[in-house]
């Protein structure tokens, strides 16, 4: 299959993500599905956003965000920043915090800006990671222009998966 715009669109859709917001002092929201961590010495994550797309203009003078990854039964708030809808902080409980918080989130990041690169069409931010919160729950997951919930495939736990590691802690 030739790599065109048809084709890319199939493989994002094929490739499962999380489902993060990214919230900046001036109040400001925008779904995204590209985070990672990036490295562990130094702590560093990354997202990034398309060029000239609506959720672009929280990169203005960006220093400092948090990154809120989405449980399960948040969707609705996925939908909600993704559609960039203004006044949303009553709706969804932002804290009012210099950099928002959307409670029940799984994990809250809060990050300095380090570097950002201009790469195809997209902008990819890295920050250093300077304060974790995490709260149980299963993280919300986008495959295939949808929202999903996260099950373990069933069987015998594989070598590899980590399972022991994370059932004893
Ligand atoms: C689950 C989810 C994840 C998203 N992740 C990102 C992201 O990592 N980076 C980003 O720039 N925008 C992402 N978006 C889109 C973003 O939240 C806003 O919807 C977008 O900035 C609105 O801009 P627009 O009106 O120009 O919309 P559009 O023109 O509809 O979208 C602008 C661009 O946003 C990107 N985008 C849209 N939906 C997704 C998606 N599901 N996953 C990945 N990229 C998407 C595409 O590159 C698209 O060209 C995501 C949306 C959703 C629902």
Redesign the pocket.
């Known amino acids: 299959m030739p790599v065109d715009a048809k084709s890319l669109r199939q493989v ?1 859709r094929q490739v499962p ?1 999380s ?1 993060a917001v990214v919230t900046t002092g001036d109040g400001l929201g ?5 985070l990672g961590v990036l490295s562990q010495r130094p702590p560093l994550v990354m ?4 060029r ?5 203009c929280l990169l203005n003078g960006l220093t400092r965000f948090r990154v809120n990854v989405l449980a399960e039964e948040q969707a609705w708030i ?2 909600h ?4 809808e203004p006044g949303d902080r009553d709706l969804v409980g932002l804290t009012s915090e210099v950099l928002p918080r959307i409670p029940g989130a799984v994990a809250h990041l809060e990050c300095s800006a380090r570097e950002r690169f201009e790469i195809g069409d ?1 902008t990819m931010v890295i920050g250093l990671l300077e304060q974790v919160d995490l709260s149980p729950g299963r993280p919300l997951v ?1 495959w295939n222009r949808d929202y999903h919930s996260l099950f373990p495939v069933a069987g015998e736990p594989l070598a590899f998966s980590g399972r022991e590691v994370q059932s004893t802690t």
Not at 81 to 84: H, L, P
């Open positions: 994002g993500s489902v925008v779904t995204v599905g590209s997202f990034s956003l398309t000239g797309s609506r959720g672009h996925g939908e920043f993704a559609q960039g997209h986008y």
